[in-house]
């Protein structure tokens, strides 16, 4: 129960970070099972952890940017979008922020 508490507290200051730029570009939820607690932790570890290129929760994990100032505004901006695309059930999620021409992205797969 404390678990599910501590997701939904997780899940509702998320989608408060969401960005007015940040969207979700690709979610793909017919891919296979995910593990939805699994990638909400490897979610909130990849703030610090910039992990790309890596497996974690049985997905690969992928950031990038282009121009793009601090990326931990990529992960401020997306993390929002990313815990609704894990909590509908995604497999395949990519989430694009812009400021001004910069952009960044990040996801798994």
């Known amino acids: 129960m404390k678990f599910t508490a501590a997701f939904a507290a997780l899940a509702a200051f998320a989608v408060s970070q969401v960005?007015?730029?940040?969207?979700?570009?690709?979610?793909?939820?017919?891919?296979?099972?995910?593990d939805q607690a699994a990638?909400?932790?490897?979610?909130?570890?990849?703030?610090?952890?910039?992990?790309?290129?890596?497996?974690?929760?049985?997905r690969g994990w992928f950031k990038g940017s282009h121009n793009y100032k601090n990326p931990l505004n990529c992960y401020d901006a997306?993390?929002?979008?990313?815990?609704?695309a894990i909590n509908?059930?995604?497999?395949?999620?990519?989430?694009?922020?812009?400021?001004?021409?910069?952009?960044?992205w990040m996801g798994f797969h």
Not at 78 to 84: D, F, K, R
């Open 39 to 58: 990638l909400h932790n490897c979610l909130d570890n990849y703030r610090w952890d910039n992990w790309d290129g890596q497996d974690c929760g049985g």
């Open 19 to 34: 960005s007015a730029n940040a969207s979700i570009v690709r979610q793909y939820n017919a891919l296979g099972a995910t």
């Open 88 to 104: 509908q059930g995604a497999s395949d999620v990519e989430c694009d922020d812009f400021e001004g021409s910069a952009k960044c």
């Open 78 to 84: 997306c993390a929002g979008l990313l815990v609704q």
